[in-house]
T-cell receptor
Framework: GQNIDQPTEMTATEGAIVQINCTYQTSGFNGLFWYQQHAGEAPTFLSYNVLDGLEEKGRFSSFLSRSKGYSYLLLKELQMKDSASYLC??????????FGAGTTVTVRA | IAGITQAPTSQILAAGRRMTLRCTQDMRHNAMYWYRQDLGLGLRLIHYSNTAGTTGKGEVPDGYSVSRANTDDFPLTLASAVPSQTSVYFCATGEMNSGANVLTFGAGSRLTVL
């Protein structure tokens, strides 16, 4: 099974940077995903890491260290629309995704 | 418009009743999943299907059943609903993209069991 931990809540100011950490223990690994979920909506795909290192996609970057069972999602130049829950998910050996409980990010003006 | 359709959007149900949540996709993705989302617990996998004709159990399958008669449809049935099955249910499809099984989620079905 999977054990995925991430902080429950984070607050940051518009224009700032926030880093959401995720640690995991897994019995098979085919990648780590980050999803964004606005209140009352479905999760949407943000990023995917399968090799160690940093993946950059515009204002969002995701990092993975497989040996440490650790990932982070970095949100830069925060905007009000970035207020949402961010879900860390691990793909197991059968490519099924297990999710963490999510981190609610609140962006303040 | 391509995507995933879930029905109903919202339902209030008496305990003991049978309920089927419908999920239909038009993206021709092979894999389909049912998750439930509860406050503080995140998304938990109920059942999945890697391809038409096959199904498998996820993390929390008890009290639920699924079928996958064709590629497009993946209904989730609660044979006899209980209050602990009050939740938001998301159907998702999976598509392999550069080695990653990227999930696309439907809009969700909010179920309240009284």
């Amino acid at each position: 099974g999977q054990n995925i931990d991430q902080p429950t809540e984070m607050t940051a100011t518009e224009g700032a940077i926030v880093q959401i950490n995720c640690t995991y223990q897994t019995s098979g690994f085919n990648g780590l995903f980050w999803y964004q979920q606005h209140a009352g909506e479905a999760p949407t795909f943000l990023s995917y890491n399968v090799l160690d290192g940093l993946e950059e996609k515009g204002r969002f970057s995701s990092f993975l260290s497989r040996s440490k069972g650790y990932s982070y999602l970095l949100l830069k130049e925060l905007q009000m629309k970035d207020s949402a829950s961010y879900l860390c998910a691990v793909s197991d050996g059968d490519y099924k995704l297990s999710f963490g409980a999510g981190t609610t990010v609140t962006v303040r003006a | 418009i391509a995507g995933i359709t879930q029905a109903p959007t919202s339902q209030i149900l008496a305990a003991g009743r049978r309920m089927t949540l419908r999920c239909t996709q038009d993206m021709r993705h092979n894999a389909m999943y049912w998750y439930r989302q509860d406050l503080g617990l995140g998304l938990r996998l109920i059942h999945y299907s890697n391809t038409a004709g096959t199904t498998g159990k996820g993390e929390v399958p008890d009290g639920y059943s699924v079928s996958r008669a064709n590629t497009d449809d993946f209904p989730l049935t609660l044979a006899s609903a209980v209050p602990s099955q009050t939740s938001v249910y998301f159907c998702a499809t999976g598509e392999m993209n550069s080695g990653a099984n990227v999930l696309t989620f439907g809009a969700g079905s909010r179920l309240t069991v009284l």
